[in-house]
């Protein structure tokens, strides 16, 4: 069969219950990196397993050795459906040796026409969210990718919050659209509703960049396309203690931020204003951090050496 030869259903279908023959391909590939989610993959599964589409969908799901129950919560979902759900198991840690399991691993065996991200603590909530993003690609071969709002839950609060940016959107209408030049201001796309283009990840040509994050492959979709961020909820973000983000600190933060607007500002040749100005931007709330870290280290030793001063002269 011709891969661009997609077979479509009537009407959206749950892909629980959708029945496709082995040589029709995937329109659209759900890719899912998971690690110690024990308390939180599940949720994300159901979420995939939700979605109702006209089309084949695959969910490949990366478990990076998790020592928690995570790999047999995948794998009790991948024996009630073996043709759905394709996972890789490791039994070593991946990304504590610097290796990124969506370039290395994950990537390579796509074989959708599109790629829907989500980890493994996020969630979907819309259970035509694929189908409502991938119906506005196919009639708009101008945009590159698109995306959806989130709502936000702090796990260890039990809180659900709105999207910091909710007001960006006016009520009537029906989203916003996003391009290299306001990708930042308002920083609006969320990477567990995003959904683009497969034909524009390189893999051999960013696998090289030490620093490649979700904003780079931002950057590098819109170089290609529009973007388009519905005025809809499609899912949740979670933050919670053993998020990688979450537990790092504002300094570590603003360092990987630095060092990954480095490699994009190289990647497009210092052409793009939004990337230099963000990227100043971002450089000068660093030198202001580490300022106020050495001015808290030195009145700690200040008062370290006062009190052992106060205690000998007793």
Known sequence: MNPESYPFLKEPTEITKQNWSDDVPPLLSIVNNTYNHENFISEAIEGFLMQ????????????????????????????????????????????????????????????????????????????????????????????????????????ELHEMKDDYNVRQFDSETEGLEVNLENLFNPYIIRTCTLLYRTEYMNVEEIIKYKYFKDIFLFSILLSKGKGFVFNDLHGVYRKHLGGVWTNATKLNQLQADVNTLTEMDEYFSHNVKSIIEFRRARIEQLQIEKKKINKNTSLKIVLKRFLIKLKIGK
């Open 52 to 155: 109702k589409t006209t089309f084949k969908v695959e969910i490949l799901v990366h478990d990076d050795a998790s020592t928690d129950k995570t790999a047999a919560i995948i794998r009790e979902y991948e024996k009630k459906y073996p043709k759905l759900i394709l996972p890789i198991y490791q039994t070593t840690n991946q990304y504590s040796q610097g290796i990124s399991p969506n370039l290395e691993y994950q990537l390579p065996r796509v074989r959708g026409k599109y790629i829907a991200l989500c980890e493994g603590d996020d969630y979907w909530t819309d259970p035509l969210k694929l189908q409502k993003q991938v119906d506005f690609l196919e009639r708009n071969q101008d945009y590159s990718m698109c995306a959806g709002r989130v709502k936000y839950f702090h796990q």
